[in-house]
């Protein structure tokens, strides 16, 4: 079955005051894969996925997006097209509930209709346990656990490509498990795109994994590739 | 008078109010540059030190020179000693957070306003100048014999206003040194750059807001003692020097004190020369609209540099 | 009860008490609680946008001005009837606001009270330029016998007093209304993280202009009845004083609550009104409430109660 691609980049490129953050990244991800980004510290990952969603504006190059040139378009018109991001410092509602953390994610895309709302805030907290807590401010919750409510908001917004920058951060290894297990649900219904530091997630859950160095794609492949690939451990370890 | 002469006169009536403008808005600019708050009461330090400038001069015996000298040396430190208390008791509560400081700023300003109205009065109070010397100025002409000096009618200025030029550039002089040569300037200017950094150098931030912001309040006083003589003590007049002051910053560019001075300038000066041909409150209009402008369209001031 | 009917049962029972006071209380706080409530829709208006949205703006005396000088303008010069008039003050508040949020809203925090500031400034020094229609810092009564609509004689103190209370009454509802739509609580979520509401998709601009328009067409709505029930127009409205006074009385209130305002009203016209009867400078008052507010209880009286007792407090 020959794959449709979702997400496509042309020599996207941004630069910093003259230190350039990423650099000519071709990209391309078809439709229903869990597609990794990985790379060293500064290799440019959060800046390239803030390029996608529109939160970092590019200095060059083009977007596509379901067959949609969306370069021009600001971040919250790129989101209302079907993507959802996580922030990878939590960036929650703090002083609100968690209902209305999720309900907020939900109504831009379903409408404010009560009953409808309640069922998808419902399904989004329970699919990642945090059913109990659903009337406390989202500020009383572990990191972890803000984490985990970051993820419920992007479920809530039925994206066809849920962008999770640095989603295992802060969890616990029984957390990871869970984690693990809900992103291959959530691929179901969803394309995901995950910046990720630990290689045992990805490695577990990644059809292919991209590799970004010093703000260019160092490599690109299914997982077995990645590990076997030579640049790649020279840029991870130093080594040549 | 023909219009050359005329100009001449609007100009040096300009400079006067530049030199004042400069000392309060440099005021404003550095406690905005080293504790990035906006003090909204910035012209009640300005009234308050005009104030305190007619209280000490009327209590004061002799030659009005005498008053003058001792009221220049103490109302800007009264006024700086009551913006030190006022940072103490309320700025350093509310943590410098930039909006309830304006919020608290606001309410300074009507403290201070209404209790200057209950204590002072609402009339106005001149203060007698130490000199003032009635100066005619030359302009020239070119008439049957060539190239002559002629005297005309109205054409001058006073020693007095030609002083308070010459203290401005003085003092502003004095503010530079202070700011690039002394330990507490360096502490100020390091304070303005990092405030976690300067701490972790062993340098006491908060004594240095609590100085700053009385010398920000001492420079706005000691540019109203200098004005007094010229323009009477009234308890609404820090209105003003607070408009204006805000206009001088923001073109100059929030706390760059070079841009601040050349701002002053600029506009003490062509307000001195436009209200002269334009109605002052048309002139007012613009100005008031040119600043909402330069802060939408260019936040970093005329002179600023853009944030990298 | 859900807590939409308990806030619903709150406001309701708040309006049902002032129609009460209207037959109890002596005619000078009579007079003084039409003042009120008229204000309280002012500062109604300004906590839409302090309150929900977190935008603190120093320029509301604009458009409190701009509806009353609409209206007025409109009877003085073209002899328009009153309620035609209020309709020109409204609309002239509206453009106003959509003009000034659009300009405005491209700067934040201390940058957007300074525009607002100098806007509103630029407004009061063109309310003093253009002197020939508007009489200046004098301004200028409106005179009873044309203060009537449908036949109603808006100087009587009992027409008055309902007059107030209609307009308080539609703005309180409207406003609870607001708060708990869905555009509303984006409203709320911009407050809180302005960042996180943009990446969920919603236009955070939109969001906040359509605000700017509704708290400003409020306060113009405020301003032009104030005008036309108490008959006088006056430069006076346009001052700095009349940017500060809603945000002291939503300070004082309890800004991101609808009761809030109201509260804040009340109890600042009375402070006011207690020590201008002991001396001159009574603005004294307010510097000190507002330096203590910012003090002690940044949330305000009401929103004190929302934060120990009722949390559900819109």
């Known amino acids: 079955m020959a794959s449709v691609t979702l997400l496509s980049t042309k020599g996207l490129s941004r630069s910093f005051g003259g230190i350039r953050a990423v650099e000519n990244v071709d990209f391309e991800l078809p439709e229903g894969q869990i597609r990794a980004l990985i790379g060293p510290n500064g290799a440019g990952k959060s800046t390239f996925v803030g390029l996608l969603c529109g939160r970092i504006a590019a200095s060059s190059g083009s977007v596509r997006f379901m067959d949609r040139d969306i370069s021009h378009l600001p971040a919250h018109r790129r989101i209302a097209l079907g993507m959802a991001y996580t922030f990878q410092i939590t960036s929650v509602f703090a002083r609100l509930s968690l209902y209305e953390n999720v309900a907020l994610a939900a109504r831009r895309s379903i409408g404010s209709d009560r009953a409808s709302v309640d069922r998808e805030v419902a399904s989004a907290l329970e699919r990642v346990g945090l059913t109990e807590r659903t009337d406390q401010p989202a500020e009383d919750l572990s990191y972890g656990h803000q984490r985990l409510l970051e993820i419920a908001m992007g479920i809530a917004q039925h994206p066809k490509l849920l962008i999770l920058d640095e989603p295992t951060q802060g969890l616990a290894d029984s957390e990871i498990r869970q984690f693990n297990a809900l992103v291959r649900e959530l691929n179901a219904e969803a394309t995901i795109l995950l910046i990720e530091h630990n290689m045992d997630v990805v490695m577990e859950i990644a059809d292919a994994i991209t590799v970004l160095n010093f703000g260019e794609v160092l490599a690109e492949g299914p997982p077995e590739e990645i590990r076997q690939n030579r640049a790649v451990q020279a840029a991870y370890l130093g080594t040549g | ?308 | 009860m859900r807590p939409e009917a308990k806030s619903l049962a709150l406001h309701l029972g708040l309006l049902a008490l002032l129609v009460i006071a209207q037959f109890v209380v002596s005619p000078f706080h009579h007079g003084n609680l039409s003042r009120i409530m008229v204000l309280a829709v002012f500062a109604i208006g300004y906590n839409v946008l302090f309150g929900y949205v977190g935008l603190l703006s120093l320029g509301h005396a604009l458009f409190f001005s701009a509806g009353m000088y609409g209206m007025g303008l409109a009877m003085q010069h073209l002899g328009v009837s009153a309620l035609a008039a209020i309709a020109v003050g409204v609309f002239s508040a509206f453009v106003l606001s959509a003009v000034v949020g659009a300009v405005a809203l491209r700067t934040t925090g201390v940058a957007f009270m300074i525009v607002t500031l100098m806007l509103a400034q630029a407004g009061y020094l063109a309310i003093l330029y253009f002197g020939a229609y508007t009489r200046g810092d004098e301004g200028f009564v409106i005179q009873p016998e044309f203060r009537t609509i449908a036949g109603l004689d808006l100087t009587d103190p009992t027409v008055r007093y309902f007059a107030a209370f209609f307009v308080l009454a539609a703005c309180l509802l409207l406003t609870l209304r607001l708060v708990h739509s869905s555009f509303g609580r984006v409203l709320v979520a911009i407050r809180e993280n302005e960042e996180r509401a943009r990446m969920l998709g919603y236009d955070v601009f939109r969001h906040k202009l359509i605000a700017v328009i509704i708290s400003g067409t409020l306060s113009g709505a405020a301003g032009a009845v104030y005008g036309l029930l108490f008959g006088y127009v006056g430069a006076t409205f346009a001052t700095v004083q009349y940017s500060i006074l809603p945000l002291l009385w939503v300070l004082l209130g309890g800004a991101g609550t609808v009761i809030g305002p109201f509260i804040g009203t009340l109890f600042m016209f009375y402070l006011i009104d207690f020590s201008s009867g002991l001396t001159s400078a009574y603005m004294v008052v307010a510097g000190v409430v507002l330096v203590l507010l910012t003090l002690f209880a940044p949330q305000g009286l009401a929103g004190e109660v929302k934060r120990r007792l009722l949390p559900w407090l819109p």
């Not at chain 2, 040396?73 to 000693?81: K, Y």
């Not at chain 2, 007049?237 to 204006?244: A, K, N, Q, R, W």
């Not at chain 2, 560019?253 to 701002?263: C, I, P």
């Open chain 2, 1 to 308: 008078m023909d219009f050359g002469p005329y100009l001449l006169l609007a100009s040096l009536e300009g400079a006067v109010m530049a030199a004042v403008l400069a000392l309060t808005a440099v005021g404003l600019s550095v406690v905005f540059g080293v504790m990035r708050v906006v003090n909204v009461a910035h012209g009640e330090f300005f009234m308050l030190g005009a104030v305190l400038a007619w209280w000490v001069a009327s209590w004061a015996v002799g030659h009005p020179a005498i008053g003058f000298v001792l009221a220049l040396i103490l109302a800007p430190i009264l006024v700086g000693l009551i913006a030190s208390a006022a940072d103490m008791v309320v700025l350093k509560r509310v943590e410098y957070d930039p909006e309830r400081t304006i919020v608290a700023t606001i309410g300074l300003l009507y403290i201070i306003q209404q209790v200057t109205l209950m204590t002072f009065g609402p009339e106005a109070r001149p203060v007698q100048p130490p000199f003032n010397q009635r100066l005619s100025l030359p302009w020239f002409e070119f008439g049957e014999n060539g190239f002559e000096l002629v005297w005309p009618w109205g054409l001058g200025t006073t020693s007095y206003k030609l002083f308070v030029i010459a203290a401005a550039i003085v003092i502003l002089l004095g503010v530079w040194a202070l700011m690039s040569r002394t330990k507490l300037g360096l502490y100020m200017r390091a304070t303005q750059l990092d405030r976690q950094m300067a701490q972790a150098f062993g340098i006491n931030v908060e004594r240095v807001y609590v100085s700053v912001f009385g010398f920000g309040a001492g420079l706005a006083a000691l540019g109203a003692v200098l004005i007094v003589p010229i323009q009477q003590a009234h308890y609404l007049m820090g209105g003003d020097p607070l408009l204006l002051s805000f206009i001088v910053v923001i073109i100059g560019g929030l706390g760059s004190l070079f841009g601040t001075v050349v701002a002053a300038v600029l506009i003490g000066m062509s307000d001195g020369v436009i209200s002269m041909f334009f109605s002052p409150t048309l002139a007012k209009i613009l100005s008031t609209l040119l600043v909402a402008f330069i802060l939408i369209f260019r936040p970093q001031g005329l002179f600023g540099k853009r944030a990298a």
